[in-house]
């Protein structure tokens, strides 16, 4: 069971792997405490909704499964929206805006309610949530980290490099998430490739990567 919270860590991490979640990825890690903000946000409503979904999963009904889904999905974002607005730095909560109510429409979190806690137990289906949110905040922040001290010479809004006074402002702005987010990609694409080198497979990408195979696309006909 311990590899259902590992896998969303690293091996099918939602963001370096699984190319999920890139809006609220590119919009929010232009520093780390937006980054770390928005993660633990998804990871509350990532383990919250999983844990539910699975509880209801044998009394709702296949046809409207996505509807209710998104309604306990809802009812999770709403409860840390208000938690945010209540207790995080209002720095922090405004820099994060509207992107803290779209996570009701994030692909990982009805991804994962659809492929995993609609067929797993309620404890798995925790460690599911716990491991992708995880995977998501890591990606978030080592991302937000990088952009920071390249626009300015600074971690967590303190100054590293104080004789850094000209900020490199594209860093800040979404073709500087696009860049650093590819450099990202590069360099799991090279270690993932030289670790199945040496073990003398190939590097195939995980099956979730395959549109397919969750399922929530699928058209259900009547007859």
Not at 32 to 43: H, K, R, S
Not at 182 to 203: D, I, S, T
Request: glycine share 10%; aromatic share 8%.
């Amino acid at each position: 069971m311990l590899n259902d919270f590992l896998k969303g860590v690293w091996k099918e991490n939602p963001v370096l792997v699984l190319m999920l979640g890139m809006c609220p990825t590119l919009a929010t890690t232009s520093n780390a405490p937006n980054a770390l903000g928005m993660g633990l946000a998804t990871t509350f409503v990532l383990a919250c909704s999983n844990m539910v979904i699975s509880l209801i999963r044998n009394i709702v009904p296949a046809k409207i499964r996505i509807p209710c889904y998104i309604v306990v999905i809802a009812t999770f974002v709403t409860v840390v929206d208000m938690l945010m607005q209540a207790y995080a730095p209002a720095a922090i909560y405004d820099a994060l805006g509207i992107f803290i109510p779209l996570i009701v429409v994030n692909c990982i979190v009805l991804g994962r309610a659809e492929a995993f806690a609609s067929k797993h137990n309620v404890f798995r289906s925790l460690l599911d949530g716990l491991g992708m949110g995880v995977g998501f905040t890591l990606a978030l922040v080592l991302l937000g980290l990088a952009r920071e001290f390249c626009a300015g010479g600074t971690l967590f809004g303190i100054k590293v490099i104080t004789p850094w006074t000209i900020d490199f402002s594209l860093m800040g702005m979404a073709p500087g998430g696009f860049l650093m987010l590819g450099f990202f990609l590069a360099l799991m694409n090279v270690y993932n490739k030289r670790q199945a080198e040496k073990k003398g497979g190939k590097c195939e990408p995980p099956l979730e990567m395959d549109c397919r195979h969750c399922g929530i696309c699928k058209i259900e006909k009547d007859h």
